[in-house]
């Protein structure tokens, strides 16, 4: 399940096939470095803007196949260089990270639902896709599943993290239904959790449940440890919307996480996997 800043990623678990972790780690490398440009430290929006470019520059040389431009990036370009070549992973899926993250760095609300999709395509669903072609499991309706757990896992990281987005001064609630719902942003500011508000999230709840119900049959799909890593990643985003229901949806004074008393249940539920998606 989620780890660290980039939160819709499996970094290396004990599940994932040793073969993997390399190139996995590589894709992860680059992934939450450049999502900590967007997000971490001080820096304005012009010089986040330039150090994603940068990381732009990385992929160019790989395209052309040539050494990565010299600097800090260099090695993390260099390892990654390796596993694009080694996968056929291709590189549209890290550029539209990178398109991902410079919006985040100057867009801090979302319309409508639409809008909002749109970056979790890009955002989210390229990490999935990557999997899947490492995975060698690119055909059928493999990756539109995977799309759908991804987007989903992004959209529950969202509602987990309403709190924490507010200090960046983000809201990632679509403005057409929080109006449709009677929410506004005073809500979100003054961690207001009234009939309003708990009607909206548990709106968003059971959308983003259903989306990831419509993904899972991908985890029976795919064999060995790699859909057994994908099991619990399934499960454990539904765990957090039980965890968010359990709050009343008060995600202000209670972020929903992953404890060490859930394992135990999602590996029953994964042994169990018909019966609990």
Not at 134 to 157: E, F, G, H, K, V
Not at 180 to 206: N, P
Not at 245 to 259: N, W
Request: aromatic letters at 8%; charged letters at 30%.
């Amino acid at each position: 399940m989620p780890v660290d800043h980039y939160e819709n990623f499996p970094v290396a678990s004990v599940l994932l096939p040793a073969r993997l972790r390399e190139p996995v780690e590589a894709i992860y490398a680059f992934a939450r470095g450049a999502d900590d440009v967007a997000d971490e430290g001080e820096a304005p929006p012009a010089e986040r803007l330039a150090q994603l470019d940068d990381y732009r520059a990385g992929l160019d040389a790989i395209e052309r196949n040539e050494p990565p431009p010299a600097g800090p990036l260099a090695p993390m370009f260099e390892r990654l260089a390796r596993n694009i070549r080694a996968h056929g992973l291709p590189p549209q899926l890290f550029r539209d990270l990178l398109d991902a993250f410079s919006q985040d760095v100057v867009k801090t609300r979302y319309a409508d639902f639409t809008e909002l999709t749109d970056y979790c395509r890009r955002s989210a669903n390229p990490v999935g896709r990557l999997l899947l072609h490492l995975y060698d499991a690119t055909d059928d309706d493999n990756p539109a599943c995977s799309d759908r757990i991804c987007t989903s896992l992004q959209l529950i990281n969202f509602w987990q993290d309403v709190a924490l987005d507010r200090e960046k001064r983000r809201i990632y609630l679509p403005a057409e239904e929080m109006a449709r719902f009677g929410v506004g942003e005073d809500h979100i500011e003054h961690g207001r959790v009234d009939a309003a508000w708990c009607a909206l999230m548990d709106f968003q709840v059971q959308r983003a449940r259903a989306m990831m119900r419509a993904g899972a049959p991908l985890a029976r799909r795919l064999p060995g440890r790699i859909g057994w890593e994908l099991r619990l990643m399934v499960l454990g985003g539904l765990r957090i919307l039980e965890r968010i229901e359990a709050v009343g949806y008060d995600v202000f004074r209670h972020r929903p996480t992953l404890g060490k008393t859930d394992w135990p249940l999602l590996a029953w539920r994964a042994l169990n996997y018909d019966k609990n998606t």
